[in-house]
Structures are given as C-alpha cells and as structure tokens.
C-alpha cells in the first residue's frame, strides 16, 4: 500500500512541475513585443539623433567656458542639419545650463527662461538620457520637446532640446503622438 500511495505522489509532483513548467514558458512567451516603428517614425528618430548627437559634442566647449557667443556661433553651424530635419516646420533648439535657465535659442530671439522645474529637465538631468515629452501651448498646440544632456567631465553642464510643432511633425514624417513618446533615442 505504501508504494502504491508514493508511486501516485510522484506522478502528481510530476504532473504539477510540468504544468508550472508548461505555465512560465507560456507567460514568458507570451510577452507583448513591441511594435516595430513606421518608416517615418525611424526617419524622425534618425534625423533628430544625429543633430543632438552633433549639439551634445560641439556645445560642450563653449558651455564650459559659459561662452554665450561660442552657443550661439555653435547653433548657427549646426542650423544646416536642423534644417534638413524639419525643413518646413517651425522648430527650434534651445540650450539651457545644467539648472534649466535658457542660454541661447536657435532661431534667435530674446527669451530669458528658466524650466528648471519642468519635469521633462530633471528627469534628463538626473538620468543622463535623451528624453521626450509634449507639451501643451496656450492655443491647444501641441509642441514635442527632445531634450538630451550635454556631459562633459562625466556630469550634466547643459541642455540641447529640440521643439517641433506636431502637427507640422506629423505631416512630415507621419510620426503620431502615441509614437513620439514610445520612442528611444538612447539606442
């Protein structure tokens, strides 16, 4: 009798690990995978990378020295490739220090700003990655802001951000909202 009782515990055992076995392969293999970017959201994605991969090398100087002229001269030379990005839409590109007060804004004009308390600047700050947000005008607009660090010394010394209008966005690249914000510029 005991034999017959252990011999049916061993195939319950038995049983039991092969459907929790059976269950972890099928949960883990079920995991939702993520939807592969349109053609026009990988353009949008290339094509703002390379510019704040340029900003976030050449603005590292003159942003150490605090050399206002050498920002300005900096996003003058960089323009050509932002203008290739967004070649018909408004946009703008804006340099900030590492507490969020505006340096210089690309095309110029007199803003004295400081978004040290925006979410989207802390968060890049403190991560040390490209982020994104959108951004809410008082028109209704809808405005997408990149922000990537600028590092030198291993620490965060500013901000380049880019700001594009998102319907212009929308029509020239076919990015969506829903997109925008899915996206990684950090790979």
């Known amino acids: 009798m005991r034999s017959t009782f252990w011999s049916k ?8 690990g092969a459907v929790l076995v059976a269950a972890i392969v099928f949960f883990l293999g079920c995991q939702a995978k993520p939807v592969p ?9 290339k094509e703002v990378k390379a510019c704040l991969d340029k900003l976030s090398v050449d603005l590292v100087a003159p942003i150490t020295k605090r050399d206002l002229n050498g920002i300005k001269s900096t996003l003058q030379q960089i323009e050509p490739q932002a203008v290739k990005l967004c070649r018909m ?15 210089a804004i690309y095309p110029p004009r007199e803003i004295t700003s400081n978004f040290s308390n925006y979410e989207l600047v802390t968060k890049t ?44 966005a929308k029509q020239r690249w076919g990015i969506t909202e829903k997109e925008f914000l899915a996206l990684n510029f950090n790979t």
């Not at 515990?9 to 039991?16: A, I, N």
């Not at 970017?37 to 994605?45: I, R, V």
């Not at 839409?89 to 340096?103: D, H, Q, W």
Request: hydrophobic residues 45%.
């Open 9 to 16: 515990g061993s195939t319950l055992k038995s049983c039991l």
């Open 125 to 168: 700050v403190n991560t040390k990655k490209i982020q994104q947000q959108r951004f809410y005008l008082q028109d209704g607009a809808i405005l997408y802001i990149i922000c990537a660090p600028i590092i030198g010394a291993d620490q965060v010394i500013g901000l380049a951000a880019i700001a594009i209008n998102a319907e212009e």
């Open 89 to 103: 839409c408004p946009f703008s590109i804006g340099v900030l220090n590492r507490y969020g007060e505006t340096m």
């Open 37 to 45: 970017l349109s053609a026009g959201a990988q353009a949008f994605k």
